[in-house]
């Protein structure tokens, strides 16, 4: 560009000032209306957060009903100055747990609130591809989550308020007008709905922008590997959750419009419910986990001061996961009496899952193999990770047998297996990644010692929750009840006392969030302003200032060598 | 452009806007609304006379507020269009947004077409299932479509249906080729005669077939026989249908912004996503047709 120097410097300085132009936090307007993608993902993030104490609160309630044999809490008698009335709202608070750590935490978390601020910044561009429609993604989760809250209170069927019937909306529980008549699961079909809606926005929101905005010169095969699980998680959203939606809205005619699609006296089917439910069901649970393996990726290869071992086989791992992923949904279903011939297949495919998703396992492992490993907060949890998701991968790997899984079907088996995965595996990769990334979006440093603590005594009380809960399940203790025979009860006791551990740990986050936030004692000083981690961190977003300028990548940046992995 | 001096991409940085707040907030109203109508939620005070089951305030309000947020968003996309905010990159965005929104679409219509399909085929394998008798279940499962049930003659009004979206798929295409010549004229000729063909398909199903239908839909029919084939059938070509009505519109749009001189020879993707929608609603059909009416006739006949 032919620019005299005086000219140049000039436009710099006014690109600085647009850079700069950042409305007020008290402007609601910046908020409500906003098109800016890190606006966007800071109000994804405290979603996440706020949604994931509510549903955290929840599973207190379910682990003190569960400390010991008999009924604690849904009693009928004043709680905390509540009244659970019985044994159906135990499960209404285990749905809503469900749901609400699902679709209005780990994903808003994952990738509306880490996705939309570092996929553009990772690849170079200046936004989404589309900012208006980036909002509507984000505000249709508080409507959904209200209406899931909603449904909680008003009239669910025979047994009391809400629904009961678990996150998976089972047919025929979900449609019967005695047992959840009432508006309590219309509700919660069109929460679901909602959130649908807002996924399915945002999916091509981010596949568009990964597409078409990447800076000059990166190509795909440059792409940071958080970006390409990115990219794997919103194919799966898309092409799975409008099913999920065909799926629900057959829920809602049963349930209103007299049809029979899962009434078998009408000659329908429910257990059709359950093909529809876990062909999106499936890929949801890897919608959950694979964001996870990028951010985890990012943060092995910056604090061993590596690049990622096996870059390209580590993004074609995700391809495949997430390939193989939609057709291996009826391994949930393998109580159903589907056929042998169908058993043995969907066990297959099942198990050819753990090779990509070893191949993940051992490049993190490879990539730390001769690394300058540097143990700071992020690698904790990113260590954590990897040890907690191996161990419910090979769990997972248990339950993909049909004849093992005949035994442990709905037994706590089941329930330790994907806490680990999800609970231990997802959550802490959420934690992995805002430790990493809060100094970036922030420009304040938190204190590494809160950041420990958290991580200490959360690795203890999730462990101390649900390890025990494999012998439970082993025993033969069914999920979804509130109460059970004294034979189980020294586990669950364990198990209610890791919940202890894990909240006190919630509380050290909130203090290390109150102390980095309100007490701001700590900027990250000009030196460390653009990166605190050093030259591990190589990709784009640790090229730009801390907090980033409220519009970046003004004029683009150009992608020459293959460091940005 | 000249409004952003130093910014050295073709990328559009959005102004903010209230539609997708205004849009949110309008969408739990329309919720609780259906909500209220199919059920009607309890409570006491202020609100229950809104609440009351059937009370359309609610939904109504929710409504018009989705109504006045597509009117609104559109517009703002057209005028920053019309300001050329639309540069040739932010083009290829809208064509890739347009084309995934349809995969979704198609996904969507996945769902109908596997319960069709589970109901339909594997109606035999669950008949083998039931132990123990229950006899309404084993009545229900034994046949496919079931006896009562008197299926459409697929070469009669769904053939002249097949063949009218297939019309309207080559009149806007014609409309397309002579938007691109700069033959507006033409143009205009095409999307009328798409527009009407598209409302003539809809007449003719929602005004002239599904009143003849030889079998019942919900709980008006018998439980155990006719209700389950009149379920897949009615919501399969029912959200068929509603996607023609909501194609025609969007073809309606282009039409009065081909009037307006909104389209020029170069720049018109608001119409080909149209006329794309178009082609992804006449697929839809060319399945339902092969699949829901003329595959159970042959296989009743054979």
Not at chain 1, 456 to 463: A, P
Not at chain 2, 258 to 280: D, I, M, V
Request: glycine share 12%.
């Amino acid at each position: 560009m032919a620019t005299s120097p005086s000219a140049h410097a000039g436009e710099h300085a006014d690109e600085h000032g647009h850079a700069d132009h950042r409305p007020s936090p008290y402007d609601p307007r910046r908020w409500l209306f906003s098109t800016n993608h890190k606006d966007i993902g800071t109000m994804y993030l405290i979603f996440a957060i706020i949604a994931g104490l509510v549903g955290g609160a929840m599973s207190g309630l379910l682990r003190w009903e569960l400390a010991e044999p008999g009924l604690q809490v849904f009693n009928g008698q004043s709680v905390l100055g509540i009244v659970f009335g019985n044994e159906h709202n135990y499960n209404v608070i285990m749905s809503a747990h469900g749901l609400i750590m699902i679709f209005f935490m780990v994903m808003p978390a994952l990738i509306g609130g880490f996705g939309n601020w570092f996929v553009p910044l990772m690849i170079g561009a200046p936004d989404m591809a589309f900012p208006r429609m980036n909002n509507i993604s984000f505000w249709l989760l508080p409507v959904a989550l209200s209406l899931a809250v909603l449904s909680m209170i008003v009239p669910g069927g025979s047994m009391g308020t809400g629904f009961g019937g678990g996150w998976t909306l089972y047919a025929p529980l979900s449609t019967s007008p005695q047992l959840h008549g009432g508006p309590s699961m219309d509700l919660l079909i069109l929460s679901i709905h909602v959130a649908g809606i807002s996924s399915i926005l945002g999916s091509i929101n981010f596949i568009v922008t990964i597409f078409n905005m990447r800076a000059p010169g990166m190509t795909l095969h440059r792409m940071p590997l958080f970006v390409w699980s990115i990219l794997v998680t919103v194919w799966l959203l898309l092409l799975s959750l409008p099913v999920l939606a065909g799926a629900i809205t057959m829920l809602l005619t049963d349930r209103n419009f007299g049809t029979n699609f899962f009434n078998a006296a009408g000659g329908g089917d429910p257990a059709m419910f359950q093909h529809l439910f876990w062909f999106f069901g499936h890929p949801e649970v890897y919608v959950l986990i694979l964001p996870g393996f990028g951010i985890i990726s990012q943060i092995v290869s910056t604090f061993s001061r590596k690049p990622v071992f096996g870059y390209l086989g580590m993004a074609y791992a995700m391809v495949s996961i997430g390939v193989i992923g939609f057709i291996v949904w009826a391994h949930h279903m393998y109580t159903t009496g589907m056929g042998l011939e169908l058993e043995a297949y969907f066990v297959a495919a099942t198990m050819i899952i753990a090779v990509p998703t070893g191949i993940k396992i051992f490049s993190w492992i490879a990539t730390m193999w001769g690394g300058s490993i540097d143990l700071k907060v992020p690698m904790l949890w990113a260590i954590g990770f990897i040890f907690l998701f191996t161990l419910g991968g090979v769990t997972g790997v248990v339950l993909a047998n049909s004849g093992i899984d005949t035994v442990l079907h709905d037994t706590y088996y089941v329930v330790a297996h994907f806490h680990y995965t999800m609970s231990l595996g997802a959550t802490f990769a959420v934690f992995a990644g805002f430790y990493y990334w809060l100094p970036k979006m922030s420009g304040l440093k938190y204190s590494g010692f809160l950041g420990g603590l958290h991580f200490w005594l959360m690795f203890v009380g999730v462990n101390a929750v649900f390890f025990p809960q494999h012998f439970l399940g082993l025993q033969g203790m069914p999920r979804r009840y509130a109460d059970y025979p004294a034979g189980f009860a020294h586990w669950n006791l364990i198990s209610s006392y890791g919940y202890v551990i894990t909240a006190v740990g919630v509380l050290v986050f909130l203090a290390m969030l109150l102390d980095m936030f309100v007490l701001r004692r700590r900027k990250l000083n000009a030196a460390e302003n653009a990166s605190p981690w050093g030259e591990g961190a190589t990709t784009l977003e640790w090229t730009l200032s801390s907090p980033p300028p409220f519009h970046q990548f003004s004029e683009l940046p150009v992608i020459a060598e293959e460091k940005h992995h | 452009m000249a409004s952003h001096g130093d910014v050295k991409h073709d990328y559009h940085l959005v102004d903010p806007s209230p539609w997708p707040f205004v849009g949110s907030l309008s969408l739990f109203l329309l919720a609780v609304g259906a909500v209220v109508l199919m059920k009607g939620i309890e409570v006491q005070g202020p609100l229950k006379g809104l609440l009351a089951h059937g009370s359309p305030a609610i939904f109504g309000v929710g409504a018009i507020g989705i109504l006045a947020t597509m009117a609104g968003w559109w517009g703002d996309v057209i005028k920053e269009g019309q300001k050329g905010h639309h540069t040739p990159v932010v083009d290829i965005h809208l064509r890739y947004g347009m084309i995934l929104f349809i995969a979704s679409e198609v996904m969507f219509f996945v769902a109908w077409f596997w319960a069709y399909f589970e109901l339909a085929i594997f109606h035999g394998v669950r008949a083998d299932w039931i132990i123990q008798g229950d006899a309404d279940v084993m009545k229900a499962w034994a046949h496919w479509p079931p006896p009562n049930v008197e299926t459409f003659d697929p070469f009669h009004l769904p053939l002249m249906n097949t063949l009218i979206l297939l019309l309207s798929g080559t009149t806007v295409t014609w409309a397309h080729h002579a938007l691109q010549k700069g033959d507006r004229n033409g143009a205009m000729w095409g999307l009328i005669l798409t527009v009407a063909l598209g409302s003539l398909f809809t007449f003719i199903q929602f005004g002239m077939e599904y009143p003849e239908a030889g079998f019942m839909y919900g709980n008006q029919g018998d439980v155990t026989t006719a209700n389950l084939y009149g379920s897949t059938f009615f919501m399969a070509t029912g959200f068929h249908g509603a996607h023609v009505i909501i194609g025609t519109i969007f073809l309606t749009v282009c039409l009065i912004r081909l009037l307006a001189g909104q389209f020029t020879p170069q720049k018109h993707f608001g119409f080909e996503a149209a006329a794309w929608y178009w082609h992804f609603v006449d697929v839809v059909w060319l399945f339902l047709f092969a699949f829901v009416y003329v595959t159970p006739k042959l296989a009743m006949e054979g």
